[in-house]
């Protein structure tokens, strides 16, 4: 009889603790916390202080200060190379235009400064083509600074037949390394 007895106490415990009842309960709960988490940024807002307007001026300029720097920044990386005639250090008319265009960015952003590169093709001595390459950056770099950039922010350097943008062994190929490439950057 006692574990009869035993039998139907637990018969009547066991669905009174199962979990379908707190389930149920929980759910609830949990769409209230989202309810709250929901209100808990609208009601943050409302209750931060709206920034001054010259808080929201001083935010607007510095994004506008730093959209121009990435747009310099941009404009830096994409001068254009000129290009020379073979055994040639003197400035065509295509250069003399670019340079134009150049010296008037440069002009426009004192914040940069320009190295200029001369290259030379594949013909001729190590040391012939770089005293050419040498030549043909001074020739940019003095008429720079003939329409107004600093000389102070403009350096040179050859680096002759070492370093052709073309590898190929014509005509095409020397044309395209016969080159004054401009590394513009920042001053630090």
């Not at 510095?62 to 830096?76: C, F, I, N, Q, T």
């Not at 235009?97 to 001369?118: C, N, Q, S, Y």
């Not at 040179?156 to 395209?176: M, Q």
């Amino acid at each position: 009889m006692t574990l009869f007895l035993v039998a139907i106490i637990c018969a009547l415990v066991m669905p009174a603790g199962c979990a379908k009842k707190a389930i149920m309960k929980e759910e609830p709960v949990v769409e209230k916390e989202a309810a709250v988490e929901k209100q808990a940024p609208a009601q943050a807002a409302e209750a931060a202080p709206a920034k001054a307007p010259e808080e929201q001026k001083v935010d607007e300029a510095a994004m506008a200060v730093a959209a121009a720097a990435a747009l310099a920044d941009k404009e830096a990386s994409q001068f254009a190379d000129i290009h020379f005639a073979f055994d040639r250090f003197d400035l065509r008319p295509d250069a003399r235009e670019i340079l134009d265009m150049h010296a008037k960015w440069l002009t426009a952003h004192p914040e940069f400064i320009v190295r200029i590169e001369g290259n030379c093709d594949e013909r001729g001595t190590v040391e012939y083509n770089m005293a050419l390459g040498q030549r043909r950056a001074a020739s940019a770099m003095k008429y720079l600074v003939d329409l107004g950039v600093g000389k102070n922010r403009i350096s040179t350097v050859s680096y002759g037949k070492e370093r052709p943008l073309d590898p190929g062994h014509n005509e095409e190929a020397w044309a395209k390394n016969r080159r004054d490439h401009f590394n513009v950057m920042r001053q630090k």
